[in-house]
């Protein structure tokens, strides 16, 4: 992409972003952004240089409630989706889109990836237990559980070669496929088996990174606090800190740059809101 394209890329996740931001505000409903959203917030006040997307998370409690009603609040050109409303999802998270944008994938990358509109991520905080041996489990149940919905996504869902639906054939024929409501409740149930605040920790169980990372206590989010990104303020844990030096170590230290991975290649073109 080239760098206006990339710029109003990212002008349309802030657009989301302060949509969902007012939406929380207005309704009491607390979230923290996460990853190298947090990151970018303190180490850049804004997004990493070779980074186009925003992530956040809420506690399991306000991530219900806000995937049940965000849709009754959110401006009409926004909409929030999840298993819940959309069929043949894959996702082991919720996604808020804007309706009036477009990203078309880089082929090379993703060669059956179906083109949508630009969207955030939102992810469920779930307490976890104390005991060791029950983290382990959870993890490990949890990872198997979301490469089957990866193969479940590839084999029921993407634009098909021969091979493909074959496959599809023989996976249907042998396997009793669960409906994608039931599979993604099934992950949910994992997800959120402790209840609230039985260890008093918190973790991002559907993010990429792994389980041990994100394992943290529940005083490092707290009620969040306002931070700095790109001109506007969005909340974060509240000890980021803590957080970030738990999640990536020495996060002030910029990473080798073979290690910054550009989301943006993955992407070809995108249409984006008209800029004001």
């Given at each position: 992409?080239?760098?206006e394209?990339?710029?109003?890329?990212?002008?349309?996740l802030?657009?989301?972003?302060?949509?969902?931001?007012?939406?929380?505000?207005?309704?009491?409903?607390?979230?923290?952004i996460i990853?190298?959203?947090a990151?970018?917030?303190?180490?850049?006040?804004?997004?990493?240089?070779?980074?186009?997307?925003?992530?956040?998370?809420?506690?399991?409690?306000?991530?219900?409630?806000?995937?049940?009603?965000?849709?009754?609040?959110?401006?009409?050109?926004?909409?929030?989706?999840?298993?819940?409303?959309?069929?043949?999802?894959?996702?082991?998270?919720?996604?808020?889109?804007?309706?009036?944008?477009?990203?078309?994938?880089?082929r090379?990358?993703?060669?059956?990836?179906?083109?949508?509109?630009?969207?955030?991520?939102?992810?469920?905080?779930?307490?976890?237990p104390?005991?060791?041996?029950k983290?382990?489990?959870?993890?490990?149940?949890?990872?198997?559980?979301?490469?089957?919905?990866s193969?479940?996504?590839c084999?029921?869902y993407?634009?098909?070669?021969?091979?493909?639906?074959?496959?599809?054939?023989?996976?249907?024929?042998?396997?009793?496929?669960?409906?994608?409501?039931?599979?993604?409740?099934?992950l949910?149930?994992?997800?959120?088996?402790?209840?609230?605040?039985?260890?008093?920790?918190?973790?991002?169980?559907?993010?990429?990174?792994?389980?041990?990372?994100?394992?943290?206590?529940?005083?490092?989010?707290?009620d969040?606090?306002?931070?700095?990104?790109?001109?506007?303020?969005?909340?974060?844990?509240?000890?980021?800190?803590?957080?970030?030096?738990?999640?990536?170590?020495?996060?002030?230290?910029?990473?080798?740059?073979?290690?910054?991975?550009?989301?943006?290649?993955?992407?070809?073109?995108?249409?984006?809101?008209?800029?004001?």
């Amino acid at each position: 992409m080239h760098q206006e394209q990339i710029e109003d890329l990212r002008n349309s996740l802030l657009t989301i972003m302060d949509e969902i931001h007012r939406v929380c505000e207005e309704n009491n409903i607390v979230y923290y952004i996460i990853g190298g959203t947090a990151l970018g917030a303190i180490r850049h006040h804004g997004f990493i240089p070779w980074d186009t997307d925003i992530d956040i998370a809420m506690r399991r409690e306000d991530y219900d409630r806000f995937v049940k009603e965000a849709n009754d609040y959110l401006n009409s050109d926004f909409y929030c989706a999840s298993y819940l409303n959309e069929k043949k999802w894959t996702h082991p998270h919720a996604l808020v889109f804007d309706r009036k944008t477009q990203i078309h994938w880089n082929r090379d990358y993703y060669k059956n990836k179906k083109d949508c509109p630009i969207y955030v991520d939102v992810f469920p905080l779930d307490y976890a237990p104390d005991d060791e041996e029950k983290q382990r489990q959870q993890a490990k149940q949890i990872r198997k559980k979301m490469y089957l919905q990866s193969r479940r996504e590839c084999i029921l869902y993407q634009r098909n070669n021969i091979m493909q639906v074959l496959a599809k054939e023989l996976y249907a024929a042998t396997l009793h496929i669960e409906s994608d409501y039931h599979f993604n409740m099934s992950l949910d149930s994992l997800m959120s088996q402790y209840s609230m605040g039985a260890g008093g920790k918190l973790c991002s169980m559907a993010s990429h990174y792994s389980y041990k990372k994100q394992l943290m206590s529940a005083d490092i989010y707290g009620d969040g606090k306002l931070y700095e990104f790109e001109g506007r303020y969005y909340r974060g844990p509240a000890e980021i800190e803590k957080y970030l030096r738990q999640l990536f170590g020495d996060y002030m230290q910029l990473p080798p740059a073979e290690k910054r991975t550009e989301y943006m290649d993955y992407i070809s073109d995108i249409v984006a809101r008209e800029r004001v």
